[in-house]
């Protein structure tokens, strides 16, 4: 817009795409940005205390709203903190927009040592996002974020990133504001959805799988009536979770492969928006008689892990509701609902009595959260037992790390979800070796008002790893203990609440209190080694 700096046409088009918060650690290449962010009163910007947080809240924030999580930071060393961070929002498929900056202008492909050169930065960003883009001279700055803004919103929500030298900040742009137009929805092959109305509507055993795609795409209404038509039971993989309600007469819980009977007896599958691959290295391992029918918007994940016997490259909702027109209102389903009932208890007695310390633990902070509260659980003994026996009852209250099992992400993703969800008791689940990554953070979140409650499990050891040594290595300890703070007392030196407590029976209460403390609470609770669920769990269908 003729009059507007690069950095003012930036924020102005950030606001008028509704963008409300922003997330960065300012320094030289970007304080013109940070200036008119401040300047335009319309988007409030959150200091972090390193680019990783900054990008992990920009993603819990993505995760818990639907709407795009900006980060800002600076290129080099700033821009290179937030990877693990971008490739988290990679493999979840989460919409966060990365703004780096970068030298100057002139300096650019010069390798001449200025302050935080990195000059193919956007090179290390290709891997990890779905599209990234430099301005090269500030006219640009409209054009590549108008572009980063439109990608983030079309199609798979993947991470995007742009980069300013910082030259462009303050020069006129002399141009208008792009519109920013969303790329169309992928409408399904009529031919195929009729294939797989048909398959389905014939099966005796039909079951739908829902994956982290389905839950994106918001398609709880269509695959409850397609399940109900079809007398089909849905299972729901962790990035899933939500579609339907956990107690619904057709949920057969969750999607733990190597467990759940459900898929022993089905005859032709349903998967819509999934990879197909569960934690770890699990993978679905079907009988060649067993049907599969996959739905993704991306057409690259049909039949990547599995074979596939039909795959329909399309958005989920407009897949579903094609399918639910086709069908022909009657089913060869034998599917009962107590049959389905049954699979539904069944894994869940399993589950108490695999890890009855786990279960109570998750019931304790279910019954306080109940449906609406959010949890990020980490990657820890409790927070693998949530993947698959937390009951998530709606979209955007769960967040994982997908794939990538980030450790430490939990913590500063629960503030960016808190800073999206103002409203609602937000909890982050952590273990002792998770959470010191982004501790500093209380920091942040004292001086922001973000009051998450973060929980500790503490047995003093990457316990995960102490497993690992103790099954595959002779029990050979090495690196696995960890000398703690008293997480209660640290809490407490940054302002916020910390509290110890002695027994994990305490909890539901100590969390109750702790939501209504108005400030950002630690809660650390002790526990003795546990065992994951792959140690405990076998494969028995
Ligand atoms: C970034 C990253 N580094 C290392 C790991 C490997 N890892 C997975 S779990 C774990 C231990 C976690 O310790 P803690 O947070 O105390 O949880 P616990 O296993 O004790 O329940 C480690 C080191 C990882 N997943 N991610
Ligand atoms: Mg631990």
């Known amino acids: 817009m003729p009059g507007m700096s690069g950095a003012e046409a930036m924020v102005a088009l950030l606001v008028r795409e509704g963008i ?25 910007w959150i200091s972090t205390r390193h680019e ?26 700033g821009a290179l903190n937030t990877v693990a961070a971008i490739g988290t929002a990679y493999t979840a498929s989460a919409p966060v927009l990365l703004i780096s900056g970068q030298i100057e202008s ?43 803004l439109k990608q983030v919103k079309t199609g798979r929500p993947r991470p995007v990133e742009i980069e300013v030298p910082f030259d462009l900040w303050s020069q006129p742009v002399g141009v208008t504001l792009p519109a920013i137009e969303v790329g ?19 099966a005796s055993r039909p079951l739908i799988l829902a994956g982290g795609g389905a839950a994106k795409a918001d398609v709880s209404s269509e695959i409850t009536r397609l399940a109900a038509n079809l007398k089909a039971p849905v299972v729901m993989t962790t990035e899933g979770q939500g579609v339907i309600h956990c107690d619904h007469p057709f949920c057969a819980g969750n999607f733990v492969l190597w467990l759940n009977p459900v898929f022993k007896q089905a005859d032709v599958i349903l998967v819509v928006g999934s990879r197909l691959r569960a934690s770890g290295n699990t993978r679905l391992e079907l009988r060649p008689d067993q049907k599969v029918i996959q739905i993704d918007f991306d057409a690259d994940e049909l039949g990547r892990n599995h074979r596939i016997d039909l795959g329909i490259t399309a958005d989920a909702r407009a897949a579903l509701a094609a399918m639910l027109q086709e069908l022909p209102g009657s089913s060869a389903s034998h599917w009962r609902v107590e049959e389905i009932a049954g699979i539904r208890t069944g894994m869940k007695t399993r589950l108490e009595k695999a890890a009855p310390l786990q279960l109570a633990v998750i019931r304790s902070i279910h019954d306080v959260l109940q449906d609406d ?80 409650v973060t929980l500790i499990f503490s047995d ?16 050979r300890f090495v690196g696995n203990r960890l000398h703690n703070p ?31 403390a108005n400030r950002p609470v630690v809660i650390e609770i002790p526990v003795p080694q546990l065992d994951t669920p792959w140690d405990t769990l076998t494969d028995d269908r």
């Open 486 to 516: 008293d997480y209660a007392k640290f809490a407490e030196a940054f302002g916020a609440v910390g509290i110890r407590l002695s027994s994990h029976e305490e909890l539901a209460r100590q969390l109750s209190l702790a939501l209504e």
């Open 184 to 202: 169309p929805t992928v409408q399904p092959g009529l031919e195929e959805i009729k294939k797989a109305a048909e398959l389905l509507a014939k």
């Open 52 to 77: 990783q947080t900054a990008a992990f809240m920009a993603y819990g924030y993505a995760r818990t709203t639907d709407k795009t999580g900006v980060a800002l930071v600076l290129p080099g060393p």
């Open 373 to 452: 509260g959010i949890i990020v659980p980490d990657i820890t003994n409790i927070g693998y037992w949530c993947d698959i026996a937390y009951p998530v009852n709606k979209r955007c209250t769960y967040v994982d790390s997908s794939y990538f099992a980030t450790l430490g992400f939990a913590f500063p993703t629960a503030l960016g979800a808190k800073i999206g969800n103002p409203d609602k008791p937000v909890v982050a689940i952590c273990g002792d070796g998770g959470f010191p990554y982004a501790s500093a953070e209380l920091a942040t979140a004292v001086q922001e008002g973000i009051n998450v």
């Open 20 to 44: 409300e918060v922003v997330f960065g650690l300012p320094g030289v290449q970007i304080m013109d940005a940070v200036d008119a962010i401040y300047r335009s009163r319309k988007i409030r």
């Open 106 to 148: 002139h300096h650019l492909g010069f390798h001449r040592g200025v302050l935080h050169e990195l000059d193919e930065q956007i090179d290390i960003f290709r891997h990890l996002t779905k599209w990234c883009g430099r301005a090269v001279k500030a006219e640009d700055i409209p054009l590549v974020l108008g572009e980063a």
């Open 460 to 475: 003093n050891a990457y316990g995960t790893v102490t497993g690992i040594q103790r099954r595959q290595f002779g029990s």
